[in-house]
């Protein structure tokens, strides 16, 4: 699944991308590419348009877990690099749609199905969030190294 690609710029741009203008997609450590993530997270911190937001509570209903970390798009006008904000434009937005090349969108945003007048688009990935966070779990020491790397802590 995580190779299909649901992208259809023709009816995002029709619509004005409703999606991106409610809430940026999550990513996933793939979209930071297998080899070197610790480095392609600190470079992506130190181009400021990522941000690391959570799943509040544990993701993986076991409570043992006060909340679980995940990498998005930042929210325009957003500055922080930890940053939970819900709902907001995509950072990577503009008039002509996505800045980003298709193969560089996060996961969610390349499952994400869209239809006419951007009414009922399909999430593939049902809870993306929630996904998200479950996904970057092994990763959350990786995570904070690469904020500290780039001068910022979790408070």
């Given at each position: 699944m ?5 992208l ?16 940026p997609g999550?990513?996933?450590p ?8 610790l ?8 181009r400021?348009?990522?941000a ?13 877990l ?13 500055d ?6 819900f ?26 199905e869209p ?5 009922n ?34 408070k």
């Amino acid at each position: 699944m995580e190779n299909k690609n649901y992208l259809n710029i023709k009816l995002c741009k029709e619509c004005g991308g409703a999606c991106c203008k409610r809430l940026p997609g999550a990513a996933f450590p793939k979209d930071f590419g297998e080899k070197s993530l610790l480095e392609n997270l600190v470079k992506a911190f130190k181009r400021n348009k990522w941000a690391i937001d959570w799943w509040e509570g544990d993701p993986t209903g076991k409570n043992k877990l006060e909340k679980a970390y995940y990498i998005r798009p930042k929210i325009k006008g957003a500055d922080n690099l930890f940053d939970p904000t819900f709902g907001g434009e995509c950072i990577f937005l503009n008039n002509k749609g996505c800045k980003l090349p298709p193969e560089e969108r996060p996961l969610s945003c390349r499952l994400l199905e869209p239809k006419p007048k951007g009414k009922n688009c399909i999430h593939h990935l049902g809870n993306e969030k929630q996904k998200a966070a479950l996904s970057w779990l092994p990763f959350t020491d990786m995570i904070l190294e690469a904020a500290r790397k780039v001068g910022y802590e979790d408070k």
